[in-house]
């Protein structure tokens, strides 16, 4: 709810504006999946503007943008040196976040009192 407050939020605030909506609803959307997957925000509707993370994930895709009715040459592409490096970054920052995730909810510090 936290987010969808923070949206509308904006919303109302920038009313009678030219707004871009495309964009608050990017960073909407990965700010719900960021709590989702990672159980962290990645803040960027309080921040106004995009997380580092969420900025390697576009640029790297932009290269492969014309991949699309070729899916299975981007496996190939990705393996030239340097091709990836942004979508790689964004892969460790993901690991990253996962692992972190595990730790708190998988594997507490202290063992459960029964």
Known sequence: MHHT???LSV???KSGTILD???WFNFYSFDVMGDLVFGKSFEMMEKREEHFAVKLL???MKPFAFLTPIPWLL???????GAAT???KFIKYSE???DAREKVYFFPAKPPLF
């Open 11 to 13: 919303l109302s605030e």
């Open 5 to 7: 407050n923070k949206l």
């Open 86 to 88: 942004d979508f790689l």
């Open 96 to 98: 990253d976040m996962v």
């Open 21 to 23: 909506v495309s964009l």
């Open 75 to 81: 496996p190939i592409l990705s393996r030239i040196p």
């Open 58 to 60: 576009h640029e790297a």
